[in-house]
């Protein structure tokens, strides 16, 4: 099975830290995924990697910055965090564009006080 | 662009009742289409997919059949358990962008 792991699944941090998210996937997927996911408002695509070293912005990536230099390996980061990205960060990973479902990491509860 | 509309709950249930949560979309081309499943304090598991027209998907006794001619992909369970409370998300992957749109989710509530 496909196992997506994610660093932290409750993280606290204040406005103004910098704060790095992981992600890391054990079935040597291409695509790799960050998502928000806020009541209400669903979840939404903040940046994908279709490759290593390859990012794409999604929806929302504003105040958002990624990193992955490994394949099996995807970093979100938040230069200046603010509250207002308080929020659940949902990682996936998909075998390759078209190729069906993405496997979904069970995600970390940040707050920013 | 592509979109997704699911009906929005909460929805409550008596176990054993019947469930429908209604989804459409709109997409260029033949989208695949997926029902995720995301439990209490857990992340999304895929329930079950359909990539083409007709294609009925199937798993834990939920069913969702890929209908062209309304856009739709409605989720079925002819008796649900306390054990199936969790929010539901219908999503389609229109195959040109790599991404998956999701709908806004659907809480369902099963009371014993």
Redo the contacts between chains.
Sequence with gaps: DVK?TQSSRYLVKRTGEKVFLECVQDMDHE?M?WYRQDP????R?IY?S?DVKMK?K?DIPEGYSVSREKKERFSLILESASTSQTSMY?C?SRLA??E????????TRLTVL | GDSVTQMEGPVTLSEEAFLTINCTYTATGYPSLFWYVQYPGEGLQLLLKATKADDKGSNKGFEATYRKETTSFHLEKGSVQVSDSAVYFCALDGGSNYKLTFGKGTLLTVNP
């Design positions: 997506v695509n995924f209400g408002l669903g979840l695509l994908f279709y794409e999604g949902l996936a564009d078209g069906g479902e993405q496997f979904f990491g069970p995600g």
